[in-house]
Every structure is written in C-alpha cells, then in structure tokens.
C-alpha cells in the first residue's frame, strides 16, 4: 500500500496510534461494568473518557515494550488496519453501552431508584470522548514539555541521563501543579466558602431556651460560636414531650452540648469547652452519656442521636465538636488528621471528667461516629479491649477502608465469614452487620458485655474504597455480593478503582438502606447496643417510622 496513505490516515486521526486506540477501546467499554451505585449519563460518561485514556496509556507502553523486545521500529499501521478498529469499536461500543444500560436498571430497582434522565444518557458517548480528547492532549502537552526539557538538558549532560532527568522533572512538576496549586487552590477556596455558610443557621432552627443546650440560657458556648451545623444540633431534635408520647412513660429532655470552630482556638481547647458546657447543663448526671465524633463541616446524623434519646427515655446526654469548614466528602480526601484530633481529644476530655466520677454515679458512656465520625472515633481506643474496658457501647456507621480498628478487626476476621459481613473473635466484642434488625452474626455465640457494632452497607462505596482498588482485587468484589450489590460486578484493574471513586460524592444519593444513607437502621443498632428494656418489635416499627419516615 502506498505509504502516504497511511500517513494521510495518521494526518486525519492527529497524534493516535493503533495499540492505544485499542486500549481505549476496551476500556472504554469496560467502564460500562457495574459498579456499586446507579449512575447517570453525566457521570458514566466522565469515567467512560477517564477509563479510555487510561487504556490509550496502557495501549501506547504494551506496544512500546513489545517493539523493545522485538527489536524493532514502529510502522505505520494501514488502512486496513484502521476500517478493523472503526469496525469494531462501533460494534463493541455499542453493545457495551446497551448492556450498561441494562445494568444500570437492575441497579435502580434493586435500590428502588425511580430517577433516570433519558438525554443524560443519550449525552454520555458525547461525554466520553470530550474527556478522553481533553486528557490526551494535556498527556501530548507533558510529552512536549519532556522533550523540550530533555533537549535543554542535553546541553550539560549525557543523552541518556538528560532523557532520564527531563521525565523526573515533568514528572515532579505535573505533581506540584496537581496536588500543590489545583488541589491547593481548590481546598483553600472550598474552604472559604463553606467558612461563609458556616455563619448561617438553617431554616426553621432557632436559638434554644432550655439550660440543656448549648447556645441556650447560662451555656459557655456562644449560640453565635456553634456553627451551622452546631446550631442545628443543639437547635433541634426530640423534646421530653415527644420521647414521653413514645415510650408511654414520663421521659427528660435529652442534654446536648456542642463547641464550633469559632469556640476556641485548638482541638484540646474546643472539647474541653464542649465537655465544660455538658458537665454545666448536667450531661454527667444522666443515665446515658454518648460521645460523638461528627462528620465534616460538624454535621451529626439526627437519626444517629435521635435514636439514642429516644431509646434512653431521655435520660441522655450528647457532646459533639466541630473540626472542619467543609462538607462530609471532601473532608473525606483532606482533613483525615482533624477528625483523629476531634475523636481522640474529645473523648479523652470526657473520660477525664467520667472516670474521676463515683462508680455508682457514673453514666454509661457510648461512642459513636458515621464515616469520617467513626475514623475520628475510633483513634482514641487502641484496639478491641480498649473499646472493651473503657465504654459500654459503640456504634459506627459506615466507616471508611481506611479506619484502623476496622481494618483491623476485618482483616483478621474468623475463616470462612465475608469480607462484607465478617466474623472476628467469634463475635465476642466487635461485630458487623449491614441490617440490624435481621441480626448481627454470629447469632449463635453469645454478645456479653461491651458491644461494639459496625453498620456497613455492601453498596456503600465510602466502606471499600481504597487506592489498592486500582491494581489488587478485594475480598469483597470475589466473594458472593451482598442484597443490593449486582453479581455481575467483577474486578477489573483501574476501571474498578475509577468507577467507585466516582460512586463516593453519590453515595448518600439514595433511599435509606443503601449507598451511605444509614436512618432507620440506627433505631435497631442503637437497641442492640444499649438494651433497653421495656420495648417490643412493635414499638421498634413505631420509632423507625419516627427517625426516618416512609414516603
């Protein structure tokens, strides 16, 4: 074939090589796979174009490598060559496309999701391709960057090593302008931001007037220092009234204490204010006293305390602080560091104020947290027979991969049980389970003593999200899947990664008992935990129609 017709091909298809748009191709339908979450056509097309440069990359190195060992230069690919690449990228595309379709309805109706915006789907090819495009051309951008790096280098030194430096640099620089300026820059502004909203107070909040909140008549804590998401917590939730018309006994408003941003300057600070305004308002003398790490911009889950008052008759106390400006995902990626503070300086503020108490009039002390709340939670215990010796219960909601204790107790779980429901110590202390109301396995082994309980959902991508997704295969995608987890979700190396790292700012986008949406199954993870006496499966019904009510 006449060689300008394939370089009149290369010309039309600027800087492509056949192996990488291979790649591409396949992993651009593979991105079609299911994964934990329903997605839109927005968002499966944003990893649709991720996942196709990815396998353009991988494209280009493969046939690198295999020149290198064939001992040979590339040749431009014929015509031919690119009609059987046109060919079956349509025919493959295509099919991958409508069978992600029928994967993402399964999904729905396993999760009972009715939203679906046919045009977004209809867009998502148009999608794909406009982030693969842009993606391709800053990847051409830092190849132009290394070459001019690597000629102005070669004035001082070898060949070789000017080939070897220059990669190092761009390299280190891509890296600067990625995690340092963009990132920087992104979590310097976010934070700005929510700084501004953090001064608002929610609408239908207002100032308390009991002497049991802080932020009411005689509190340390300024109502004006507590923050949005500290107004709303103290601001709020149930009264002695509507725990008494519940349980049918003559119930306490619930003490809840509180300290913002603004409250003080440090962590030790802030939580020794808090724990100051909670022995103020009297939290030392209820029968329960609960611990919160919250999430975030300082959000704590009503349904998580809620739950608790109701279930102590409100003869309860609640002390939570603020760590962070920003909202629960993208503290998530950047303040990690803040919520093992906030956990750790928290809860050693109580247990000093606990411990020095009587045994006869101490209360039950709990702990608790939800996502980045259970990572801050659990940094101020040391493993199983710390949470064991030093609470009489502990509930985390859906804890991130990263948390230790968890990690831990997972990791080492007995032979034979699920990664999404494991099994450690035979469930003498610690267990898991994604629905507490079916029970909390192992059913068969008694739960004496301090019960440590872990809600986690199979969906829930805040759980098994990890960066070993991209190259290693999890336990938990090999095992069977759990009840809202399509079997034919399989692992595949970065795709996976990318498709549940896409999952995490949705993961809260669905109903209650699924994703990271835990509601109602705080009403039954709290009754397992503290025990109460006096209430049946009738009245269980009642409260998680209370907490999170239906339609």
Not at 37 to 49: A, H, K, M, N
Not at 398 to 416: A, I, K, M, V, Y
Request: aromatic letters at 12%; glycine letters at 12%.
């Amino acid at each position: 074939m006449d060689p300008s017709s394939g370089s009149g091909k290369r010309r039309r298809l600027p800087h492509a090589t056949l192996p990488g748009c291979w790649g591409a191709l396949l992993l651009a339908c593979l991105s079609f796979t299911p994964s934990l979450l329903p997605r839109g056509g927005v968002l499966q097309g944003l990893i649709c174009g991720i996942s196709a440069a990815i396998g353009y990359g991988l494209g280009v190195v493969a046939a690198f490598v295999w020149r290198a060992f064939a001992d040979r230069d590339a040749r431009s690919p014929s015509r031919r060559s690119w009609l059987v690449l046109l060919g079956c990228a349509i025919v493959l595309f295509g099919l991958a496309f409508g069978l992600g379709q029928y994967w993402q309805h399964r999904i729905r109706v396993l999760m009972e999701v009715t939203d679906y915006n046919a045009l977004a789907t209809v867009a998502c090819p148009v999608i794909a391709f406009v982030v693969f495009y842009l993606l391709l051309m800053a990847g051409r951008g830092l190849r132009r960057l290394y070459h001019w790096a690597a000629r102005l280098l070669g004035r001082w030194i070898g060949p070789r090593a000017a080939r070897v430096v220059g990669w190092v640099v761009v390299a280190g620089l891509a890296w600067s302008v990625v995690s340092g300026v963009l990132l920087g820059g992104f979590v310097n502004a976010a934070n700005e931001a929510f700084s501004v909203r953090d001064t608002e107070t929610p609408e239908g909040v207002h100032q308390p007037t009991s002497t049991l909140r802080s932020g009411g008549p005689g509190s340390l804590v300024p109502w004006d220092s507590l923050g949005r998401q500290g107004r709303a917590f103290t601001g709020s939730g149930p009264s002695a009234g509507d725990i008494g018309a519940f349980t049918h006994r003559p119930a306490q408003e619930p003490v809840r204490a509180y300290a913002g941003l603004t409250t003080a300057d440090d962590t030790e600070a802030r939580a020794l204010r808090a724990v100051a305004d909670l022995e103020r308002a009297g939290g030392f003398e209820r029968e329960n006293l609960l611990v919160m790490t919250t999430t975030g911009s300082g959000w704590v889950d009503p349904a998580a305390v809620d739950s608790f008052e109701y279930l102590g008759n409100g003869d309860s106390a609640t002390v939570a602080m603020q760590y962070s400006y920003l909202p629960s995902w993208l503290s998530y990626l950047v303040d990690q560091s803040k919520a093992r503070a906030a956990g750790r300086d928290l809860f050693d503020a109580v247990y000093d104020v606990w411990s020095k108490l009587p045994q006869d009039k101490r209360p039950r002390l709990f702990v608790a947290g939800e996502s980045l709340g259970s990572f801050g939670g659990e940094t101020a215990f040391s493993g199983e027979y710390d949470l064991r010796n030093r609470t009489a219960g502990t509930l985390f909601a859906g804890p991130p991969n990263f948390n230790t204790l968890f990690r831990e107790f997972s990791d080492q779980r007995d032979p034979g049980s699920p990664e999404i429901e494991p099994v450690f110590k035979e469930g003498r202390t610690v267990r898991f389970t994604d629905d507490p109301a079916t029970g909390m396995p192992p059913a068969d082994r008694p739960w004496d003593g301090t019960r440590v309980l872990y809600l986690m959902h199979p969906s829930d991508p805040i759980v098994w999200w990890s960066p070993q997704l991209a190259l290693s295969e999890p336990d938990w995608i090999g095992e069977a899947p759990g009840g809202d987890v399509l079997e034919g979700m399989f692992w595949i190396p970065f795709v996976t990664f990318w498709q549940v790292t896409a999952d995490l700012p949705f993961s809260t986008g669905v109903p209650d008992g699924h994703g990271h949406t835990y509601k109602a199954a705080y009403v039954d993870g709290w009754n397992a935990v503290m025990r109460p006496t006096g209430f049946t499966a009738q009245d269980l019904d009642g409260l998680r129609d209370i907490i999170q009510p239906k339609g």
